[in-house]
């Protein structure tokens, strides 16, 4: 698919640029509309996030409640969606979670409790095979996050100090931080959950020396190099909705600043291997749409979707796209999809 664009490019410093470049609402009309292959999955409402791991195992995430629901983790056989395993008992205590992020990478899981600022990494191995899985392994840090993604053998994360106000100006914290080794960062510690909270989805590939971050709040996505400095591109559109701000005065005098809500054109989750970037893009019609990079920014392919996107796998050879969706019907349900993209 052949797909074009106004590129603007922008120097911001005298030994480096950051190319723009713009997407003009008329590349989603007329794309090719994919039909799930498979479906499948009984949901019981408590879910936060589905994944596929190496087309066979379903990893399901819960906003557990400690009495319907007692594990952040069930799994289950994607063949026939029969139960393999829960894990991660639901808790405050000792070998417990609360509420997770996680980042997944060939075996290798990382369960990132944001309430508890605890980080578990762990095999999926044990999964597979129906054993418990370790935890007590878990680490306390000193530091919470909006997401993660695996970088090589440390973590990277949206630095939940970081924000910008209407004007665009941002208070120069980075956007994006990566942690020394897997288990240790250096950024001070913080005790509360700081407000407007940049949110969005990540994609890295330590072999490429790349990473995607996907905005949640824009349908903006920018490119960087692995050294985070600064980005070498950012992509922009289609729809550069902006969300509203709320600002609240708090007793100490500080400002909070809030979203108080989520444009209609915004990025919802993203995926990739060493081959391509897959990111989840909704229009402000309801309209859910894949969108294909490769690793050097360049827009390969848009496809429409069904229903409404919640989280993305990509299967093993990655042909195909795994999409744990909402149908768009008057009484929406939650799903598991599978497309092909090729």
Known sequence: MLLTASLLIAATSCRAQTVSKVY???????????????????QDGHETSVYVWRDSLALVFNHADG???????????????SPAGTYLPFGSGPGQFFYVLTALKGDSLVVFDIVKKQVLASSLGAAEEGRIMDTSSAVSV???????????????LLNPRYFEGPDGRSNHQPLLVMTD????????ETEYFPTNV?????AADPGKGKVFFFDSYSATACLYAGDMRRPLMQLLGPG??????????????????YHESTPATHYVDAVSDGMQVIAAYRDGNGGDFLFRFDWDGNLLDIFRLEGH???????????AVYVWEESVEEN?????????LR
């Open 240 to 257: 550069l909705d902006k969300p509203e701000y709320m600002f609240v005065t708090g007793q100490d005098g500080t400002v909070s600043v």
């Open 24 to 42: 003009d609402s008329r590349i989603i009309e007329n794309v090719t509309r994919l039909s799930p292959e498979v479906s499948g999955y009984v």
């Open 67 to 81: 009495d319907k629901c007692k594990d952040v983790m069930e799994t289950f056989l994607l063949e026939d969606f």
């Open 181 to 188: 080794t897997l288990l240790q960062w250096t950024v001070p």
């Open 309 to 319: 996107v919640r989280t993305l796998s990509l299967s093993m050879d990655g042909s």
């Open 142 to 156: 000193s530091y919470i996050s909006q997401a993660l993604a695996m970088y090589g053998d440390r973590l990277l």
């Open 198 to 202: 940049v949110k969005g989805s990540l």
């Open 332 to 340: 929406p349900a939650a799903r598991l999809c599978r497309y092909r």
